[in-house]
């Protein structure tokens, strides 16, 4: 199945435990994936490489047999019934998802080019021509194979196509919040997000996963509520409305609980941004000066010449400095914070 990301910029989530190789792979924007049953083990499978492997064992033997028969005995028929069987060795480990179709289609191709391969062969031997016949046969049954395919059990994966609009909501600004910490990660010198990005990443797995349980109850809700006959058929549902906004509320809290930590970074971006835009004025005042050099009239006033020994730019680091004080003592709170919660 191939999960991707939502039109209004929600992207998949999964479970932060799975190995650290698959999680790479599987954070992209649109992934094939392999949905396996509910508790089962995640991996990681190399089809490509198997079928290399495997693959090359009855091309090699084929190839080597035509040759003894076709160089050594001079037997062109026992090199075509060679080349021929050898058509039928290619076994794979696993089946791809075109189950034994995909096998049928490469055998049948195989066996189509061999008629060719054969009445070639009455021109210079059967070795060569069946040759490019057992190139195509191989790679054919290469062609299946994946260099990555991840087999991902059905609770370790949020799709967000199954979520509600509102879910969708909250999931993308949980989202967005790591993308800010990886960008000042990225950006400001000092920044270390490391910390808080695993705790994030935690809690948006968390997010999500319990905003795709409250998704189809919340629907079933509205519409129940929609529909309702009665006054006392609404008052029958305070039981079910009363769960799904309890749900909300625990979700709600772990974004506000976010928002606290993100506060700090967000400000730390700012000082960041200030400070660029202040040292990219003090670069550029060359033609200004000129400008004012040759008009005659003196300026408005004066011209940051030496901005790097300007109070704004000295402020503007300082700050930098403040806000990532601030960040990292946030984390160090949400780390706390989202222990006690457990």
């Not at 939502?6 to 190995?19: A, E, W």
């Not at 609770?155 to 993308?172: A, C, H, I, M, Q």
């Amino acid at each position: 199945m191939k999960l991707e990301k939502h039109y209004d910029g929600t992207r998949p989530v999964f479970d932060p435990t799975l190995p650290a190789d698959m999680l790479q792979g599987l954070r992209v924007d649109t992934v094939e994936i392999q949905e396996a049953p509910a508790g089962a083990r995640p991996r990681l499978l190399r089809t490509r490489r198997e079928r290399l492997i495997t693959g090359a064992v009855p091309f090699t033997i084929t190839l080597v047999g035509m040759a003894v028969c076709d160089f050594v005995l001079g037997q062109l028929a026992l090199s075509i019934m060679v080349g021929f069987l050898g058509l039928f060795l290619y076994f794979p480990v696993r089946l791809s998802e075109d189950g034994v179709k995909e096998e049928v289609f490469s055998l049948g191709f195989g066996l189509f080019w061999f008629l060719l391969g054969v009445w070639l062969s009455g021109f210079g031997g059967a070795f060569f021509p069946l040759l490019v016949v057992h190139l195509l046969r191989f790679g054919l049954f290469l062609l299946p194979g994946k260099a990555a395919e991840y087999v991902v059990p059905a609770d370790r994966f949020v799709d967000p196509s199954t979520l509600g609009f509102e879910e969708r909501k909250k999931l993308r600004w949980v989202q967005n919040a790591c993308d800010r910490v990886e960008r000042a990660q990225r950006l400001i010198p000092g920044f270390d997000g490391r910390s808080a990005l695993i705790v994030l990443r935690e809690e948006e797995w968390l997010v999500g996963r319990d905003l795709a349980r409250i998704a189809p109850l919340s629907a079933e809700v509205e519409r129940l509520k929609a529909e309702a006959a009665s006054d006392r058929v609404r008052e029958a549902m305070r039981p079910q409305v009363a769960a799904v906004e309890a749900a909300y509320r625990e979700a709600s809290q772990r974004l506000t609980r976010i928002g606290r930590y993100m506060g700090p970074v967000d400000a730390a971006l700012t000082a960041y941004q200030e400070w660029e835009q202040l040292s990219q004025l003090a670069r550029g005042t060359d033609g200004y000066t000129d400008l004012v050099a040759h008009g005659g009239s003196e300026p408005a006033g004066p011209l940051p010449h030496d901005l790097h020994g300007d109070p704004a730019l000295h402020a503007a680091r300082t700050a930098i400095g403040e806000r990532v004080r601030e960040a990292h003592e946030a984390a160090a709170w949400l780390a706390s914070a989202t222990r006690a919660d457990g």
